[in-house]
């Protein structure tokens, strides 16, 4: 074979080398279309949506090995239920004397409202004996004037007595009658005034954190302490239950005690319900105003708890995410209780036994709210088909 050597054929011989070169190299190194790329498609196929409420993982991708799976364990706890900051509201001495010169209140206000509310009290017990002593005073005038008539018609018919006085006697049983049920009515009025007053200022105990009916119960050197628990959490609280109490002025003493009521009504303004609590101070440590952290059933239980870590805080509710089958899981709306060390107690939606994601439940987060608008949206979606 003859060389060129024209230096025009040997330019175009090397700029055809180079260009089958870079067509090797293309070829060598650009992806096929039919092979499989890491495509944000792909991805997002790595966790999807499997349904209303559940989430799908593939195994095997990196996302998994972040996922750390436990099981709810039942334990039992004596911690407390629930945690809330009360205060004391008023403290019985020991020693004789009165309850009234007994009782010691946070304000001097409350102490003025307890002694209306005595007053009203003894004002109720005189209207009331007034009422029954009115009651047998009339009975016994009626009777006695009663009497007198039926014996003047007796003599009136005989001819020993004139119909005059038959007539004075008979309007005379009238005039009793009268007086009688405007004396009975006074004292009635009164009595009924009496009991609105007194009342009225039980209202006001409660509305200033005393309840009336434990004024006249609890036991020497016994504190009242008030707490005002959420609108959300009043279910976990019932009279008679164990409670116990820090105080901040006596951080190093525990104080035991008991609910021993709970207010009628919650309040409008704060959605809350006063609980009233009872705590043995025989050693009189406690001073009415001091403020508190009490907590709540402290009762022996069994309680389910779940890594702190894998419950999912969204709008107002708590979630979980529990195994539904290998590589599906469940969007498990729970209740929490108080937190114990790196657990949480679950009030309801776990029975104990399932099997959750714990640390990196975070990371599925923003499927679990689209999760959670599907099933929200669900509902809507089929009430739109119907003709």
Known sequence: MQKPTDPK??????????????????????????????????????VSLAGPGLIAVQPGNPLEKKLELTLVQK???????????????????????????????????????????????????????????????????????????DRLRKLVATGTEAARDLSAAESNLLQTQ?????????????????????????????????DPALLQQVPAGASLVMADVPEVRIGLVATGQACEA????????????????LSPALSPERRTLRVFFELNDQ??????????????????????????????????????????KPGVWKVTEIQVGERAGDRVEILDGLQGGERIIGSGAILLKPLVVQSLLQIKQAPTAAGSTKP
């Open 9 to 46: 054929q040997l330019k175009k011989l090397i700029w055809l080398a180079g260009a089958g070169l870079i067509a090797v190299l293309v070829w060598q190194f650009w992806p096929f279309a039919d092979e499989p790329t890491m495509t944000p498609t792909a991805k997002a196929e790595a």
């Open 75 to 149: 334990e039992h706890l004596t911690s407390p239920l629930l945690s809330v900051t009360g205060a004391v509201m008023a403290r019985l001495r020991s020693g004789a004397g009165s309850l009234e010169d007994r009782w010691q209140f946070s304000s001097v206000e409350l102490s003025g409202i307890y002694a209306d509310w005595q007053k009203a009290g003894t004002e109720m017990e005189f209207a009331a004996k007034q009422l029954t002593k009115t009651r047998e005073l009339t009975a016994a005038q009626l009777n006695s004037q009663s009497k007198a008539v």
């Open 178 to 210: 009268l007086e009688g049920q405007k004396a009975v009515f006074e004292a009635e009025s009164a009595l009924t005034q009496a009991t609105h007053s007194h009342a009225d200022f039980e209202r006001h105990l409660l509305q200033a954190g005393v």
């Open 246 to 261: 820090r105080f901040y002025g006596l951080s190093n003493q525990l104080f035991k005690g008991v609910v021993r009521s």
């Open 283 to 324: 050693e009189g440590k406690l001073k009415p105003g001091m403020y508190a952290e009490i907590g709540l059933g402290t009762d022996p239980r069994e309680a389910v708890l779940a890594p702190a870590d894998g419950i999912l805080h969204i709008a107002n509710a708590d979630y979980v995410l529990t195994e539904a």
